[in-house]
């Protein structure tokens, strides 16, 4: 199971919107509404930002949101702050073979 | 509050088997409404699922490291923990455990609790 395709950096100012892609295959990304995506600051653990395509937990701003189209996912995240500078990850569910794939991480800069 | 916290030897010499206990705190290892995983980081590259286990025993891997990993439970520790075998300097890495959800209505298909990682590094 190869990993899912992400940018590996984006940017944008404060206050616009950056979009991060995560490609798969039918077998992952466009065969289950299992996707999530994950934001990690530098030497902490990953934060669950988006699960199911795009529902947010409790607690996480709606400047953060997901979406699917076929083998692919998308995080936006709008209004960008200082403190939204991080790696994202993308996952999938992948079936009971291989439950989970994650995606190659994204490094978004505010500029 | 659910925690979770990693711990292990943070050096592992090469062939031999690296061994971490993630110790679950604040709830119950055995409520029958997550699985418990793995998950490892090597410097400055991406996440890789290591396994999965429930409560039950029941275990997945990934394929990849499938020959080399198992992951046990112990329920009146209320711990899960991970053996690789045959380690080499690629699995030198920043070891994660995370809670995995599988009722309806909660984080279905995702990582929600995350413990704070342990790093460790195979070298002679």
């Known amino acids: 199971q190869s990993a899912l395709t992400q940018p590996p950096s984006a940017s944008g100012s404060p206050g616009q919107s950056v979009t991060i892609s995560c490609t798969g295959t039918?077998?992952?990304?466009?065969?289950?509404?299992?996707v999530s995506w994950y934001q990690q600051h530098p030497g902490k653990a990953p934060k669950l930002m988006i699960y199911?395509?795009?529902k947010r937990p409790s607690g996480v701003p709606d400047r953060f949101s997901g979406s699917k189209s076929g083998n692919t996912a998308s995080l936006t995240v709008s209004g960008l702050q200082a403190e939204d500078e991080a790696d994202y990850y993308c996952?999938?569910?992948?079936?009971?073979?291989?439950?989970?794939?994650f995606g190659t991480g994204t490094k978004v800069t505010v500029l | 509050q659910v925690q979770l916290q990693e711990s292990g030897p943070g050096l592992v010499k090469p062939s031999q088997t690296l061994s971490l206990t993630c110790t679950v705190s604040g709830g119950s290892i055995s409520s029958g409404s997550y699985y418990w995983s793995w998950i490892r980081q090597p410097a400055g590259k991406g996440l890789e699922w290591i396994g999965r286990?429930?409560?039950?025993?029941?275990?997945n891997y990934n394929p990849s490291l499938k020959s080399r990993v198992t992951i046990s439970v112990d329920t009146s520790k209320n711990q899960f923990s991970l053996k690789l075998s045959s380690v080499t300097a690629a699995d030198t890495a920043v070891y994660y455990c995370a809670r995995d959800p599988i009722d309806y209505g909660d984080y279905v298909g995702a990582f929600d609790i995350w413990g704070q990682g342990t790093m460790v590094t195979v070298s002679s």
């Open positions: 039918s077998s992952d990304v466009g065969g289950y509404n299992y």
């Open positions: 996952s999938s569910y992948a079936g009971s073979n291989n439950p989970y794939v």
């Open positions: 286990i429930y409560t039950s025993g029941s275990t």
């Open positions: 199911e395509v795009s």
